[in-house]
């Protein structure tokens, strides 16, 4: 799954104070280029060649037309494949549909993960066991449980139907789940909050895990115990893990791709068809590569304006309360 | 956290005993049918516990399409995760120990890498394989994992070196071992923790990946299972057989799960303290 793709904010990127004054390595040293840079170089060539390279191409693309089949070279054109993307029926559908997901997905998927984590947080028996269940899901790769989700959903012989039908007798509730655009993308929302919960609630785990005793006991002492103390003490007290739970699951939520291109393929209609769908559609069946980098780009900005206010709303809040 | 109610236990452990029967419910669900034979799958209604149970499907999972999914899944995942761990562990320990005019920038710049999606790489990926030869080969798919993996690999191997203390280096560095030297025979051995991590997040991200898989290799030879396996979702009669490949290829990450479990949360949960 996209563990890779965390965004660890380490705060020992500003120069710490352990961080040692340059060393001069052996013979290279004495030429005066600096010894890290070779350790860094083989590194820096990979991520320079598959990713900031297409990051830079990809922007240029984008304000071209080129077609992949029919143009040899791509031709300027500015702005207009931003214009018309906005004016494009499928793609705003598209940015429409991504949003709906992402929105469901964020709340479900930050409140449950919270939820968890505060019950996994107490001291109860078979809580290993309640741990490794709830993690699971976090390595199984996720186009394969999209082929579990489908036979689950499956109308005649899957689980689901059966399990309303036959053995709670509520035959009026089983339907064709992947056939209606609301319950598609209900499924799909459920297939990625079963993913990703567990990643979540690690991390919620972790904030919890740094809130001290002390703030704890002290609050025992003025009386506040259960709900309360949970409302009052613990929760005030994630500010900083909101940042970071909530930054990964703005981009995971807007990067949705696998799960409607492996369950639905954006149906039925264009129902579940959502952002990085349509931009590897247009880009790898129309070969239209210059509209395809614009959209992929509009959606690189929202991700970008979405996590950059989520940081400065956690900053202001925690700086409220500090 | 002080000790709950003897009532709020019970209800705790209840909500909790459902929540595990959810997350756990499609992973015994794909298990149990891969044990159906072909008659018992479409049963209606159907029977959760297989009534015959039978091993035709995983006899049938060794045909020559799906050994070749699993080749490829294999040789791009080991080999990717190879790549990573060195490159991120020469560039860890470039960061943590050799910082030079500008360290910070690069760093900054790498990090940055995290937030754009994919999406955005994979026409410029596709044109330069394209003109390269790359497109459907193992090594096509395993080089830009291994780029994709690089960022936070190199964040963890970053941390693991900076906590080695300063004095240990300096006295390999009065023995009068040179830099690589002393990278690898002191510093690495010493970063072991980091690396486990990196082998173990690395193998998961690579083996799963769906996005560039997708994306660089259309014909189904040279497709990993991540992909290749999708291919089958409408091929009713193969379901049983399907199920049985699934889980071969899920198994190999549960069972590192499971044996790794301690060392994985508490890795992630380190990396988001830190945040």
Redesign the interface.
């Known amino acids: ?16 104070p ?6 001069r ?3 290279r040293g004495k030429r005066n280029l ?7 170089l ?3 060539l ?2 320079f ?7 830079v ?2 922007g240029y ?1 984008s304000l071209t037309e080129y077609n ?1 089949v029919y143009d040899s070279t791509p031709k300027f054109i500015g702005l207009d494949n931003y214009f018309a993307a906005f004016q494009d029926s499928t793609f705003v559908t598209a940015l429409t549909n991504t949003f709906v997901f992402g929105a469901f997905y964020f709340v479900i998927v930050m409140v449950s993960s919270l939820a ?1 984590a505060l ?8 809580n290993s ?24 959903l499956q109308p ?2 899957g ?1 689901l139907n ?1 399990f309303l039908g ?1 053995v709670l007798g509520l035959h009026f509730l089983t339907q064709p789940w992947l056939s209606n655009g609301t319950t598609a993308m209900g499924s799909i929302i459920v297939l990625a909050a ?1 993913a990703s ?3 979540v609630t ?2 919620f ?3 919890l ?2 809130i001290s005793n002390d703030t ?1 006991e002290a609050a ?1 002492m003025d009386g506040a115990r ?1 709900l309360r103390k949970v409302f009052y003490i613990v929760l005030p007290s994630l500010r ?2 909101y940042i ?1 739970t909530g930054t990964w699951t703005i ?1 995971h939520a ?2 949705v ?2 799960e409607p ?2 369950m639905t393929d954006g149906g039925p209609g264009t129902s579940t068809l959502v952002v ?1 769908q349509q ?2 559609l247009t ?2 069946t129309y070969f239209d ?1 210059g509209y ?2 614009a959209m ?2 509009i ?2 900005l929202i ?2 304006v979405l ?1 950059v206010l989520n940081f400065f709303i956690g900053k202001i809040r925690a700086d409220k309360d500090a | 956290m002080v000790k709950a109610s003897l009532f709020s236990r019970v209800w705790m452990n209840a909500v909790l005993v459902v929540l595990a029967i959810l997350f756990l419910a499609p992973l015994v669900y794909i298990l149990l049918n891969s044990f159906k034979p072909a008659g018992e799958i479409f049963q209606v209604p159907q029977s959760i516990l297989p009534k015959e149970w039978t091993l035709e499907n995983y006899l049938a999972a060794t045909s020559k399409g799906f050994i070749n999914y699993f080749r490829n899944s294999v040789v791009i995942t080991v080999g990717g995760v190879f790549l990573t761990v060195l490159l991120s562990s020469l560039a860890g320990y470039g960061f943590a120990k050799l910082p030079f005019r500008g360290t910070n920038f690069v760093l900054l710049t790498i990090v940055a890498t995290l937030t754009v999606p994919l999406v955005i790489f994979l026409v410029p990926m596709f044109l330069m394989e394209n003109e390269l030869g790359l497109l459907d080969t193992n090594l096509g798919l395993l080089l830009p994992n291994v780029a994709v993996s690089l960022p936070f690999a190199i964040l963890i191997m970053r941390a693991s070196f900076i906590a080695i203390p300063q004095e240990i280096e300096e006295s390999a560095t009065m023995d009068g071992a040179g830099v690589l030297r002393r990278w690898w025979t002191v510093m690495l051995p010493m970063a072991r923790n980091g690396i486990v991590l990196v082998v173990i997040m690395t193998s998961y991200a690579i083996w799963g990946e769906y996005t560039m898989a997708k994306t660089l290799s259309m014909d189904p030879p040279a497709m990993p299972l991540s992909v290749g396996l999708t291919l089958l979702k409408g091929e009713v009669w193969q379901y049983g057989v399907l199920a049985a490949v699934i889980v071969l290829a899920m198994l190999p990450p549960i069972i590192v799960f499971i044996v790794f479990q301690k060392h994985i949360v508490s890795g992630v949960a380190q990396g988001a303290v830190k945040g």
């Open positions: 799954m996209a563990l890779s793709s965390l965004p660890v904010a380490d705060p020992t990127l500003k120069r710490s352990e961080v040692p004054r340059p060393i390595g052996g013979r600096p010894v890290g840079v070779l350790f860094i083989p590194a820096f990979f991520i060649v598959f990713m900031l390279y297409p990051l191409s990809s693309m992949f968890i019950l996994l947080f107490q001291k109860l028996r078979f066991f309640y741990r490794s269940a709830v993690f699971v899901p976090i390595v199984v790769p996720l186009s394969l449980a999209a082929l579990v989700f489908l036979w689950i005649n012989y689980l059966h036959d079963w919960i567990g990643f690690i991390l785990l972790a904030g895990q740094g704890l025992e259960g900083e893990t970071l981009i807007l990067k791709f696998v291109m492996v990085y931009v590897y880009a790898f590569m395809a980098s992929g780009y959606l690189g991700i970008l996590v």
